[in-house]
């Protein structure tokens, strides 16, 4: 792990780390004093929020995880699913993330996968310290000005 220290005897019969005078603290970086792990899942909820804030998109999921996810929010005590539409492969120091999404009709999807991108990187790596190495996206569908959805299912 971090670096390691080696002891000398001092004049009293205590030890000391080698390098030091009497009296000082040898103390490891807050950095080499563990490690951090964060796991897929977190990276998942953070580009499912990011995605979700960015205008244009009205949905997250391909046609049958919406669909069953519709459900399930209906039913008691069932609440939106953040991760829906979104995975993410997480290593030591990167992260790659697919996203499925339904955009509104009318809008320049390439203008607003450019925004889900831009979105997604800049919360990943703030909250995370990870690099973002690509924001891979699937436009599944369009929404229909038209097409009857409950309240719930739309993306706030």
């Known amino acids: 792990m971090g670096e390691q220290l080696s002891a000398t005897q001092t004049e009293s019969g205590g030890t000391r780390a080698a390098g030091t005078q009497t009296g000082q603290k040898v103390t490891a970086r807050p950095a080499e004093r563990g490690r951090t792990t964060i796991a897929d899942s977190v990276v998942t909820k953070i580009a499912g929020m990011a995605t979700r804030e960015v205008p244009g998109i009205h949905a997250l999921g391909a046609g049958m995880a919406r669909t069953l996810g519709a459900v399930r929010e209906r039913a008691p005590g069932g609440r939106p699913s953040v991760t829906r539409g979104v995975k ?35 919360a990943i790596e703030r909250m995370t310290g990870l690099e973002v190495v690509e924001v891979n ?16 299912a739309r993306v706030q």
């Open 88 to 122: 993410a492969e997480v290593g030591e120091r990167q992260t790659a993330i697919d996203l499925d999404v339904v955009v509104e009709y009318g809008v320049s999807i390439t203008d607003v996968a450019a925004d889900v991108r831009e979105n997604v990187i800049s």
């Open 137 to 152: 996206i699937v436009v599944d569908d369009v929404h229909l000005p038209d097409e009857e959805e409950p309240e719930e």
